[in-house]
């Protein structure tokens, strides 16, 4: 049965290519953003049961396609890629957002878990250079498991903290902290001379402005001063949508 599913999940090449800021890009942003306005519009005269439920379902199922993507990678790829382990902030806070849904000890981080995913997934959404990089058919199970998993962590997200506590900048903070921490650790076990995986971009600047030589003791200040700004600035925006409502 290998050579069937390898078939159907290896990269697609030739014909249109999955790029940056293409037509295909555009659509899963719109897609993202219409199921999350449907799913608001939706919720906000449902009871708080349900307001609590959904995203938690949802948190769910992006987790389990976080995993499945374990099973099927050997499959589409030939190999488990390592840089799909948990040290990126998009993945982290999936299995952080599922655990919280069920310990009553990291229930309390829970929106803070929820805000720094939103913030990850949204900026991954926008530059999904993963994907780009490959240049594979826009319906390659590589472009459709990512960008789906990514717009599902950001829908999920953003309902947790529409309908749910917003938690305290302390909280944040924290968690912001702990994920660089956690970053830094992985970096340092698996990067080496072969690969660099820069994850939660403490090891390297993605921009290139800051030297190799400097960025390794620089980034992470700078990753846990722009993330937890952003999310700031995300908790306002959300006040005044709660407003809206």
Known sequence: MYPYFHELLADRKGGPVFTCFGPWHFFWIALTVAV?????????????????????????????????????????????DIEKLPFHACTAMCVCCFWSCHSPRLGRFRASFALLGLVSNVVYLIYPAGVMWHAVHPVSYRVIQTLGFHGLMSVA????????????????????????????LGNAVYNSEARLYNWFFVVRDPFGILPVEIAPFVMPFVNILLFFAAGMAVCKLIREVRHAL
Request: proline share 4%; charged share 15%.
């Open 36 to 80: 999350a306005a449907v799913l608001i519009l939706h919720l906000r005269r449902r009871p708080r049961q349900m307001r609590q439920k959904l995203p938690r379902r949802l948190i769910c199922l992006a987790f389990g396609l976080y995993i499945l993507d374990f099973f099927l990678m050997p499959l589409a790829y030939g190999e488990i």
């Open 157 to 184: 997200c953003l309902l947790t903290l529409v309908f749910g506590d917003l938690g305290t900048w302390r909280q944040h903070l924290s968690v912001t902290a702990a994920m660089t921490a956690w970053a830094m």
